[in-house]
């Protein structure tokens, strides 16, 4: 059965439903998944008159929930009024309230197991707040509604050449020393160590770890974190079956493409790891790794000088689409490598006898 995708519009001022339209536009999509868009009709008509005239009449089968979702077509759900204005470039309450209502009702249905996985449109994490919605990103809101005991998010950065995950997700710089913590980053290469291997079937995943000073902190000189924090994480890491390496100086490690040689790429801070990851790909895929369910999103913003243009690139929203579509069954993959493995049973061991193996009679071994 193929499986059934559910699409967040995101901010409806940006270019969300331009690029999840001109996504979901190749037939090889539905003959994949079965997509079900969360959004408005009305608005999504508003978006398709911006676009070009073949995709002008593309049509959707309107559904009032999941189990309704026909293969072969796009499917979309009403999750905000009709009368919901759409106000092209601008960052508006409305449009924070709109993509909200949208998140909400795919995580109910991802929650009931309705859907499979979540594909995010860019959302602006200014207008969206509210008592309902407090978070710095769909990150730390997926954490507070997915997450499981023993379970933490990671935020991780995937394209054909490069993984990174982040330490700190949307903090601050002035609060990042003192959020870096041994135990933080412990954790963190354990998420990722699993991650890659269930998600991206890496039987021994090598992972680079980022160092928070310029130069690694030239032994102390620069700063201490390295000596104090990074490398007795890394080292206890290593103790415990994860093979990391590092810490590495971001800027010549990303300059001299050391990444090459590795995995995965642990960075301390947002920055740090995104502007290495986005200088050399900028059609890559936010994935929200650790948690039990998938989602991904295109590794782009709101796009708001590009809103009813028909010039926003949709590259990077088929890529967190396909990359949904992969993990799942990575992990389908996975589950079933583990669902028998070999059970060996322990035999007494052979004796010794003036420097000759004796085996015990079969008697012996009742």
Do not use: W
Request: charged content about 20%.
């Amino acid at each position: 059965m193929k499986p059934i995708i559910a699409i967040t519009a995101g901010d409806i001022n940006g270019i969300g439903y331009e690029i999840v339209l001109k996504c979901l536009c190749s037939s090889h999509i539905t003959e994949m998944c079965t997509p079900i868009i969360y959004g408005n009709q009305k608005v999504l008509k508003t978006h398709l008159m911006t676009l070009d005239v073949e995709l002008r009449n593309l049509s959707c089968n309107i559904i009032s929930q999941a189990s309704e979702a026909k293969e072969g077509r796009i499917n979309l759900i009403n999750c905000y009024p009709d009368d919901t204005p759409v106000q092209l470039g601008a960052s508006t309450q409305e449009a924070g309230l709109a993509a909200y209502k949208s998140l909400e009702r795919a995580c109910q249905d991802l929650k009931q197991g309705k859907v499979n996985a979540l594909v995010t449109a860019p959302i602006n994490k200014a207008n969206i707040q509210s008592e309902q919605f407090h978070y710095s990103g769909h990150t730390e809101y997926l954490q507070a509604q997915f997450a499981k005991e023993g379970e933490e998010s990671l935020m991780m950065m995937v394209s054909e050449c490069m993984r990174v995950a982040l330490v700190c997700n949307h903090t601050p710089i002035s609060q990042i020393p003192q959020t870096i913590t041994k135990e933080r980053i412990l954790r963190k290469l354990t998420t990722l160590k699993k991650t890659l291997q269930a998600d991206f079937l890496i039987r021994r995943p090598r992972i680079a770890v980022l160092a928070l000073n310029p130069h690694a902190g030239d032994n102390g000189l620069i700063g201490k974190e390295e000596t104090d924090i990074i490398k007795p994480a890394i080292e206890e890491a290593n103790q415990q079956g994860i093979d990391a390496f590092g810490p590495y100086s971001a800027d010549g490690f990303f300059g001299a493409g050391q990444y090459i040689h590795y995995d995965a790429i642990l960075a301390m801070y947002h920055d740090q790891g995104l502007v290495g990851f986005k200088s050399l790909d900028m059609s890559g895929v936010n994935f929200t790794a650790g948690l039990s369910i998938v989602r991904t999103s295109p590794d782009h913003g709101t796009g708001y000088d590009l809103a009813g243009k028909n010039t926003a690139n949709p590259t990077s929203m088929n890529h967190a689409l396909f990359t949904a579509i992969d993990i799942l069954r990575n992990r389908a993959t996975t589950e079933e490598i583990n669902r028998d493995p070999l059970v060996i049973t322990e035999q007494p061991r052979p004796e010794r006898n003036n420097g000759r193996f004796f085996i015990p009679p079969k008697e012996e071994f009742k």
